[in-house]
């Protein structure tokens, strides 16, 4: 059974700093691998997609890798703002099974 | 392109009762799927539809269910409800029926059972 860890589960830097979130998963047999946001009490905003043929995806300040091999992705977040503060969720679309399996979540604060 | 729309947003339901939830998908898409959010569990998946057809289902009870109409809308139903139902539950869309297409999310609906 496919699992998701996301490591740290809570994070508060100062404003401008970069930082990375970890996302690991237990089996290497997948078709993508998924980072969303969400704010307090709303829904998921899909912010990267990574195929598990390509390595990263990037666009503006996120840059998201996915070592398939090491069931391993990151999410780097650029030059951090007060704006960024939420929950960072991954999720991976493993084959043969049903539906995204997701990650528990980074709590990030981005103290101004 | 409006984006994926549920409702109502929220929900105050007694044990035992049984609830309806809607969701329209962003137009074009043709697969919905539904995933129920809680603090403890986090979100996990219900059920897939694709051409109104059930396509995949978690690890849910029966009554959990749900159907899609042939303008891609789907509704799910919770009936005889528990207090452990009360969750955040999550439609998300996509162009087909299948995971490897990139999901996008509703804003939810919250589910209060009392």
């Known amino acids: 059974k496919q699992e998701v860890t996301q490591i740290p589960a809570a994070l508060s830097v100062p404003e401008g700093e970069n930082l990375v979130l970890n996302c690991s998963f237990t089996d290497s047999a997948i078709y993508n691998l998924q980072w969303f946001r969400q704010d307090p009490g709303k829904g998921l905003t899909s912010l990267l997609l990574?195929?598990?043929?390509?390595r990263e995806q990037t666009s503006g300040r996120l840059n998201a890798s996915l070592d398939k091999s090491s069931g391993r992705s990151t999410l780097y977040i650029a030059a951090s703002q007060p704006g960024d503060s939420a929950t960072y969720l991954c999720a991976v679309a493993p084959r043969g099974a049903d539906g995204l399996t997701f990650g528990k979540g980074t709590h990030l604060i981005i103290q101004p | 392109k409006a984006g994926v729309t549920q409702t109502p947003r929220y929900l105050i339901k007694t044990r035992g009762q049984q609830v309806t939830l809607s969701c329209s998908p962003i137009?074009?898409?043709?697969?919905v799927s539904w995933y129920q959010q809680t603090p403890g569990q986090g979100l996990q998946f219900l059920f897939e539809?694709?051409?109104?057809?059930?396509?995949n289902k978690g690890n849910f009870p029966g009554r959990f269910s749900g159907r899609q109409f042939s303008n891609s809308r789907s509704e799910m139903n919770v009936s005889t409800l528990e207090l452990g139902d009360s969750a955040l539950y999550l439609c998300a869309s996509s162009l087909e029926g299948h995971v490897t297409y990139e999901q996008y999310f509703g804003p939810g609906t919250r589910l209060t059972v009392t």
């Open positions: 539809y694709f051409s109104e057809t059930q396509r």
């Open positions: 990574i195929q598990s043929s390509q």
């Open positions: 137009s074009g898409h043709r697969s």
